[in-house]
Antibody, heavy 122, light 108 residues
């Protein structure tokens, strides 16, 4: 069974960079797309971006200027960097795997990490 | 940008009843990349339906999805106590993922 686990600081100062890592266990990171999704308290879900195991990325157009994702195939993890954070970036951040059926992406998310709360505050 | 609007915002029903949740897209969806999720308090979302009508692995057959174009439906027959949660629809295209704002299914 594939498991994902987010890690990183739970508190980031305004204008600084939020950095999170998602470690994948129970399966390979190879040949899958991997995403970051966030959820402010009491609100809905917002997709941040996805990365293929080759390193190709696609970001939410509204966040593209501030987002960088990377993948470490040898250590089976992928990462998120979000620059110039403000209080509006306070949320629970989830990493998730994009569903693949017979080698084709279904562009939905079948495995999720438990989420990591991140607060932006001085 | 495709906007997904879910209705109703809150649905109050009793265990054993059936539920119908709707998701309307701001324009006709040209791909079949449409999914539904369940989110219980304090948990990550769980994939229920993908491809608009295919059940994900391990999802009971009381959950079913349908729809095309701009109108999509999640139907839950015979509600169980664990089904009371928030449900989200989600679409991919073109090159962006979008989520609906959620429907809260609560016990009447």
């Amino acid at each position: 069974q594939v498991q994902l686990q987010e890690s990183g600081p739970g508190l980031v100062k305004p204008s600084e960079t939020l950095s999170l890592t998602c470690t994948v266990s129970g399966g390979s990171i190879i040949a899958y797309f991997w995403s970051w999704i966030r959820q402010p308290a009491g609100k809905g879900l917002e997709w941040i971006g996805h990365i293929y195991s080759s390193g190709n990325t696609n970001y939410n157009a509204s966040l593209k200027r501030r987002v960088t994702m990377s993948v470490d195939r040898s250590n089976n993890h992928f990462s998120l960097k979000l620059t110039s954070v403000t209080a509006a970036d306070t949320a629970v951040y989830y990493c998730a795997r994009v569903t693949m059926i017979r080698g084709f992406p279904q562009y939905c998310f079948d495995f999720w990490g438990p989420g990591i709360p991140v607060t932006v505050s001085s | 940008e495709i906007v997904l609007t879910q209705s109703p915002g809150t649905l109050s029903l009793s265990p054993g009843e059936g539920a119908t949740l709707s998701c309307r897209a701001s324009q006709s969806l040209t791909s079949n990349f449409f999914a539904w999720y369940q989110q219980r308090p304090g948990q990550a979302p769980r994939l229920l339906i993908y491809g608009a009508s295919s059940r994900a692995t391990g999802i009971p057959d009381r959950f079913s999805g349908s729809g095309s174009g701009t109108d999509f439906t999640l139907t839950i027959s015979r509600l169980e106590p664990e089904d009371f949660a928030v449900y989200y629809c989600q679409h991919y295209g073109p090159s962006q993922y979008s989520f609906g704002q959620g429907t809260k299914l609560e016990i009447k």
